[in-house]
């Protein structure tokens, strides 16, 4: 091959290639020198002065591979001097760093297939001690993060009608919970905070002025009150809107508390096949396949209740999708409450008296059609992240990590 063709593969335009020393059967040894003559002198700044004394050796840097040849990179260790700051220093290389051995493009490469899987199986992959790995992983972490953080933020602030999404996720289900903050319409998450407390969302915005400096349109949360009370305080004039996922999931879970009180009161058989099919009582009816509607209508039919309950739960769905408009959207919601008052039975009446506190932000979701589908499968993102880890001690790391997980589609841009 010829020289010129491994400088181009090589992609360091400071280098010079001279010569490949070996080729054995899994690495690749080549010889460089810099194609400049000498270097400007770090403490004045001037190349005229500046003399070559020599060199140290060669230096053997590991870089990617070619043709899946560990490739190792030999190149001179050249002493200077600059005559008029009577400074010696030497040689800069740009594509390594200082006393390295691993070029930037490697570490760089390294870094990011550690980033879906682990530091031992990238290992495994570059040939390397998993320790090294690990250590060039979190040398690249925060400086990744803060690249990241300051991308995400600075299109936060400029984007026009922006979108947030705020939700919260276990870090030990039923004892500690973090909080996510999203914009919806980038597509990023911006920030993570411990807790999901009002004192703790207080704390964050007052320690955290670019957040309050943010300008939404809207945004999406799940019916906990402290969110509401939070955002309301922090933006007042945004739309809040109840996520639909979740205000869907008190409907689907009052069918089945339905479900559950019919059951007993079936045959045997018939109640075997109510409890064995339950689960296609929850998704809209037009995403079933024939031989599941088929099922589906078997299950209706074993009780008018049930049937009145499931009916009530499509209409839930058909108005959500198909409102024109948020006046139309706000009596439809009100027709929908009073065909579910005709329902005698406790699951419904409290899912009602829910939907009832919250009816401005469920109808919201019609000035501002957004819900937090996104946000949850970050969380998915996020579960994986945190058992591949086994959950990062370190608090700055583990949240960094969190960080480029979830804004991985932005790195490499």
Known sequence: MQIQYINEMLDIPELQVRQIRSMVADELHIEAIPRSYKQCCPLCKSDQNVIRKGSNGMRTVRHLPVFAKKTFLHVPSIRLSCTTCEAGFGWFYEFVGPKQRYSWLFRFHTFEQALGSTAAHSARMQQLPTSTVQRMHNEAVPVECERIEKH?????????????????????????YNTGIHNLK????????????????????????DFLLL????????????????????????????????????????????RKTVQPTLSPRARAYLKAHHRLLNPPVESLEEESRTRLEMLLTFSPLLRSVWEWKEAFSTWYDCSPSFSAAKLGFERWCKQGEKMDH????????????????IVNYHQCRWTNATVEGRHNRIKAFQRRHYFTRNRSRYKAGILIECNRHRMFR
């Open 215 to 258: 300008n939404p349109k809207a945004v999406v949360m799940d019916l906990a009150q402290a969110y509401h009370t939070w955002i309301s305080e922090c933006f007042p004039h945004a739309i809040r809107i109840a996520d639909r996922f979740h205000v869907h999931g008190y409907v689907i879970d009052s069918v089945q508390e339905v």
């Open 186 to 209: 980038g597509e990023t998450m911006l920030d993570l905070l411990p807790g999901r407390k009002l004192n703790d969302l207080r704390a964050y915005a007052n320690t955290h002025p």
């Open 152 to 176: 995400v933020w600075t299109e936060a602030k400029e984007m026009p009608n922006l979108v947030l999404g705020v939700d919260d996720f276990a870090i030990r289900k039923g004892h500690t």
């Open 346 to 361: 406790p699951a419904v009446r409290s899912t009602l008296k829910t939907m009832r506190n919250w009816n401005i932000e």
